[in-house]
Each structure stands twice: as C-alpha cells, then as structure tokens.
C-alpha cells in the first residue's frame, strides 16, 4: 500500500509543487500557507480517490456497480418522481453532459435507468429510475454505505466529521457551487 510519502512523490505535489508555479526564477521564497495550501490540495485528491477506489472495489464485488453509478441511482431515487432532467443528474453529480450521458447510458444497458424526452419540450431529456434500479438500489445502497463508514466516517471522530464538513462547506461556498472567476 502507498504511503503519502509515495504519493507526494509520485504526483509532485506537497510542499516541492509550489516551486513550479510560473513565476520564474526570481519568484519570491514561497510562504508557509503557500505550501500548506498546495500539500492540502493534494491531500484532499487523494482521500477522495482512495475512498472512492476502495468502494469500487466493494461495490463490484457485491452488486456490480461503480460507485458513480450508485450516486445516479441515490439521486434519482430521492428525486420528486424518481426522475431529474439530465442537466440537473448533470449538476447532482458534478459531471459533463457528456459524463452523463455515457453513465446513463451504460445503466440503461442494464435496465436500471430510462431515459425519457419530456412531452411539452422535446429538448429537455429525462433519466428516471426503473423498477430493476431500484431493486439494484436496494442491493447497493448498504454496501456503499457501510464503505464509506469503513473508509471515511469510521477514521473520523463525530466532532472532526462535523467540522471537516463545515470546512469543505465554506471552501465550496454557501451555494454549494465554488467561485471560479476567470
């Protein structure tokens, strides 16, 4: 297993990464927060991709399932009709249109998901679940849960969950959406 040594110096992130940051060799000496910031970032992609790969690794051995396939069916399951506009599954997910449609795509191989035009716009596309998603569902929803408490809320104390989220809640903004300015 890699430590976050290994993973420092694999992806050149950590405290070295500010170092590479264009403004040149006479660029001043880089402060402190700088390097936390950078070694933050890299600390943060790489619990979400560990986590995350540790539920694939649950979920394909249990129900089959990738576990942005199990984010699809949670969120159309706690949708109103069991159905959302691909532009809002789209900003649910936080995926490309494109991301989209192959993940919805693939569970409608399956017969977990259908995708339906509304009748008044025929621009607007629909996904919704099926009878087979909710059953997959079902099957899923424990084994994504108790992953994620194995990996990530059972390595955090009730109050550092709290205040992680409260943290991750302010770098995001109120909105849920961050500020990207050009």
Not at 146 to 174: A, C, K, N, P, Y
Request: hydrophobic content about 40%; charged content about 30%.
């Amino acid at each position: 297993m890699k430590t976050q040594k290994d993973h420092t110096a694999h992806t050149g992130r950590g405290k070295d990464a500010v170092a590479h940051t264009g403004r040149g060799e006479d660029a001043v000496a880089h402060t402190e927060r700088e390097q936390a910031v950078v070694a933050l970032w890299g600390d943060l992609t790489h619990a979400t991709d560990l986590v995350r790969a540790r539920l694939a690794v649950l979920l394909e051995a249990g129900p089959g399932l990738a576990p942005e396939e199990v984010e699809l069916l949670m969120v159309l399951d706690a949708a109103p009709e069991k159905r959302l506009r691909m532009i809002d599954v789209s900003a649910s997910l936080r995926l490309s249109k494109s991301g989209v449609t192959r993940l919805v795509d693939r569970l409608q191989e399956r017969d977990l998901v259908l995708r339906a035009a509304c009748p008044s716009d025929r621009r607007v596309v629909y996904a919704g679940l099926t009878e087979q998603g909710s059953a997959m569902l079902n099957a899923a929803a424990p084994v994504f849960v108790s992953g994620l408490m194995e990996h990530l809320g059972g390595r955090l104390e009730e109050t550092q969950l709290e205040r992680l989220r409260g943290d991750l809640r302010r770098i995001v903004g109120h909105d849920g959406e961050a500020d990207v300015k050009p």
